[in-house]
């Protein structure tokens, strides 16, 4: 009797670890790159968002979050001095989310809202606190507070006409620009212009955005809103009355900013410098690992390759190549397989970078010898171009790469 109240002790001790898998459990985060020729692909970014989702779901990883690695790509990674008591609420609150830790998130995500109603700063989150709540309320089942908050994300920008396609999903990029549209036909509309004193050539940001360099911009703006206006200056409330509104501000000489966005992910180069590359993306956003996609068209099929980075070790795993007949269709079951082979990798899967390889997949090379006959019957030129031949086909070999078929009919990505 007295072993039998022992163990239920222990069961109730344990219970709340049992019952809820991020109870007390640290997860560690990957992050999933594209690696691309010249620019990404949107087959291989299907792929990449799927293989996310999937990673979303685990029980011991995370996703790292898609804000840092646009940071890191864009370098626009602020410093904690230029983020406000908002912006950190913010990003304290999108880390619960990605731990599934919805009602927190919430909470803080109001309270970010709050602050940066106050003061937005330059990091755009007064937007991002937005969107985030749209989708914590969405998955939360609160459908109306979700489309009021996505309503608010587009009042404060509305040169805005869709999100970005790396850090959110189709489903809500299809909800922002319902949203848009709905917003535009209830709502007027004005011409705001702002104007820096003394002419000066800075950074103008509204409601937290960059919207243009000074000393004069012109800016589509909702009618009868408060539009929050700064440039290097402390922040000031513009109330938008009148469909031509103008507004003074004062400025100083800034940085002006680089508005030329980057493509997020790698340009495809030699494996060391890669895995390098991966390693101090990892340092920077603080994630464990960092896997490596790459998507190489053949014709009539495609051939994944895909790479783990142990960010600590700064080992690497070897290439697994997967061959896709479609895939974009395929995108779904391709995520599913690889996140298995993934979670079951350990530390000694992987080594030193000069012991792995990441390469183009292995060409189809011919089996025939040359014969001394044939040599011999043949010009010099002919026979160059035959050893010339016959060396390219024998340079793509990758036979530390394990593949895997997958083909369709499958299911469609939403």
Known sequence: MKSMTIILAALLLFAPFMTNPCYGLTKKSMAVIEVYDQTPARDLRNIRQQLEK????????????????????????????????????????????????????????KMSLIKLKKKPGSQESLIKANLLKTQIEWELGQNKDAWNSMLDCVSYDLSRKQLDSYQYSPKLRRYFTKARAAYLTKNKTASLTITVNQNTKTPIYVNGVYRGIGPTIDILVPLNTTQLISAGSELKKVVVKHENTTAFIKGHY???????????GFTNRDFLSLAKNAQQLGQSINASRVILIKLNDLGSMSKLLVTAVDVKRGTVSKTFSYDVVDPYEDANTIAKTISKKLFSLSAT????????????PPQIKSKRKLTPYLIAGLGITLVTGII?????????NNPSSSEVSISGPLPTTP
Do not use: M
């Open 254 to 264: 800034g940085h002006i900013v680089n508005t030329l966005k980057k493509n997020i």
């Open 349 to 360: 899967a992987f080594k030193k970078p000069l012991q792995s390889k990441i390469s183009d």
């Open 388 to 396: 010339t031949a016959f060396t390219l086909g024998r340079s793509g």
């Open 54 to 109: 999937n990673i979303q779901k685990s029980f011991r990883w995370q996703i790292a979050s898609s804000t840092h690695i646009a940071s890191y790509f864009n370098q626009t990674t602020p410093n904690k001095k230029d983020q406000t008591q908002g912006d950190l609420l913010y990003l304290e609150a999108e880390y619960l989310f990605l731990a599934f830790k919805l009602k927190p998130a919430l909470d803080l995500v």
